[in-house]
């Protein structure tokens, strides 16, 4: 199985004010068809995960442009270059490259 | 607009079954693969099954496999978990999520959830 590993636990950002995550994977997620398929997520309180970047980098619809995704080989970082009140939840990588989809531990985001 | 309806949680004995419902619009059901991900409370996100668009291929998480069997009705575009001898560990909240691309099983749309509980 491929480990995906988060930091940081969380995380707490002044408005206004830039939020990087890590995710790391055990083995590269790089598929034959040349796409890399890490996946991020948005789960906001009391809601179901959201998707916010598919394929590494591609923005899913209606995600703010605020929001960018990075990466290759076994690192991979999410970006948010200015955070606002409502990106508040918890952050999941999730790789689609192979069965079973496993995920990051997650990385909570407050709002200072 | 694509919407899923998780359904058929509740309270189960240890060793009881249920089974799960999952009822999807707003998109061409029958060409996507589908999934099961559940969340223990306050925990992280777990994945269970998957299942081809057609329904042929199916694929279980090892803590679930032989106890639970994952189902799609093409023709009433619903997703089934069927849960069996359940236990404690596998109460959760159980989301259905939608496939996204054709080559992996990546996700992108998902349920509301619906909570399991396992108790006696």
């Known amino acids: 199985d491929i480990v995906m590993t988060q930091t940081p636990l969380s995380l707490s950002v002044t408005p206004g004010q830039p939020a990087s995550i890590s995710c790391k994977s055990s083995?590269?997620?790089?598929?034959?068809?040349?796409?890399?398929?890490l996946y991020w997520y948005l789960q906001k309180p009391g809601q179901s995960p959201q998707l916010l970047i598919y394929?590494?980098?591609s923005r899913f619809s209606g995600v703010p442009d605020r929001f960018s995704g990075s990466g290759s080989g076994t690192d991979f970082t999410l970006k948010i270059s200015r955070v606002e009140a409502e990106d508040v939840g918890v952050y999941y990588c999730m790789q689609g490259v192979n069965l079973p989809l496993t995920f990051g531990g997650g990385t909570k985001v407050e709002i200072k | 607009e694509v919407q899923m309806l998780d359904s058929g949680g509740g309270l189960v004995q240890p060793g009881g079954s249920l089974r799960l419902s999952c009822a999807a619009s707003g998109f061409s059901f029958s060409s996507y693969a589908m999934s099961w991900v559940r969340q223990a409370p306050g925990k992280g996100l777990e994945w269970v099954s998957s299942?081809?668009?057609?329904?042929?291929?199916?694929y279980y998480a090892d803590s679930v496999k032989g106890r639970f069997t994952i189902s799609r009705d093409n023709s009433k575009s619903t997703l089934y978990l069927q849960m069996n001898s359940l236990r404690v560990e596998d109460a959760a909240v159980y989301y259905c999520?939608?496939?996204?691309?054709?080559?992996?099983?990546?996700?992108?749309?998902w349920g509301q959830g619906t909570l399991v509980t396992v108790s006696s």
């Open positions: 999520a939608k496939g996204h691309g054709v080559y992996d099983w990546g996700t992108d749309y």
């Open positions: 394929e590494l980098s």
């Open positions: 299942i081809s668009s057609s329904g042929v291929s199916t």
């Open positions: 083995q590269r997620l790089l598929h034959s068809d040349g796409k890399t398929y």
